[in-house]
């Protein structure tokens, strides 16, 4: 997800300036209607003439598609999900992005004793004095508290599992015997066919897969994805001295797994990346689910050069690097 927000931000300048291509689309909606008008008024004085006619017909055709991007420029901007496009409500769109600017704005801020402070300057200086503070406090980007943060591409479990791994799971989970074997012959019996030229043609049993939109994936994989989560926490609570990731100190929060994404974080530290490491190697050996380094990208904060390279010695993870906002 992290990657995905990144890119998105990073198209966001280009599709500003896909929109703004052809000029201000406000501008253009305005200068087509004048012109619109203007050759109306020369129709209605003398209608007889064709080539006005044919002129009122492509300058209306430009001017509603004009209307049309406006609208959406505008229905994306006041971000209002219960209207849909095909609705004239420019004159509320404008409303709503008012409203919102408003919202949004710091017209005045109060301090510790209730005292009330306006104008341009005072909220300046207020934010310069919360970037010191958060200097001091070692939250800047390059004095802050070291920190790593993996993302790692894992097999999916529903894909690649061992069906002998997911028995001993259901039954380690106090499953009843009935239900274990009736999950196992799910998933144990599927056959799938081959469509082409939209006709079905023979079938082959799935060796370790299910069924694509088998309701069954989701719950199977949080049960598995739960054996890894007890590994981690068995290996932390084996190193006395791990550090949390500065952010998940309180929460005690080492990982958060979507699917075949696994995100995994902690202080910036070799031995402390190392136990993460163990827990995947741990876990990839019983449940067959092994990751993919080379797809996986590996983030820093705060680190230096000699203390990155320790950490990626021996595993290919892609080097990102950190955002302001991390």
Known sequence: MFNIVKKLKGLKR???????????IFKKVKKLRGML??????????????HLKEKESLILKEYVEAMKDEEKNLFQKAKIKWLSVGDRNNAFFHTVLKSRNHRT????????????????????QFVKHFQKFLVLRGYDRKNGPKRVAMKIDIQKAHDTVNWM??????NGFWFHMKMVNWIIKCVSTTTFSIYVNGESFG???????LRQGDPMPPYLSTLIMEILNLIVQDKVECSEDFQYHFGCKRMKTTQGCFAD????????????VSVLKDVID??????????NYTKSTIIFGSMKDLEKDNILEGVPFRVEKLPMKY
Not at 14 to 24: A, E, N, R, S, V
Not at 165 to 170: S, V
Not at 283 to 289: D, E, H, K, R, Y
């Open 14 to 24: 280009h599709l500003k300036k896909l929109t703004w291509k052809d000029g201000d």
């Open 37 to 50: 008008k203007d050759v109306q008024l020369k129709i209605d004085k003398d209608p007889a003439q064709k």
């Open 105 to 124: 704005r710091i017209n005045s801020i109060n301090d510790d004793m209730g005292n009330w402070f306006t104008g341009k300057e005072v909220v300046y």
């Open 165 to 170: 791994f997911l028995e001993a799971i259901l």
């Open 203 to 209: 079938y082959f049993k799935g060796g370790r897969s």
């Open 261 to 272: 994404d696994l995100t995994m974080f902690c202080h910036g530290n070799c031995k402390f």
């Open 282 to 291: 741990e876990f990839g050996a019983i449940s067959g689910l092994l990751p």
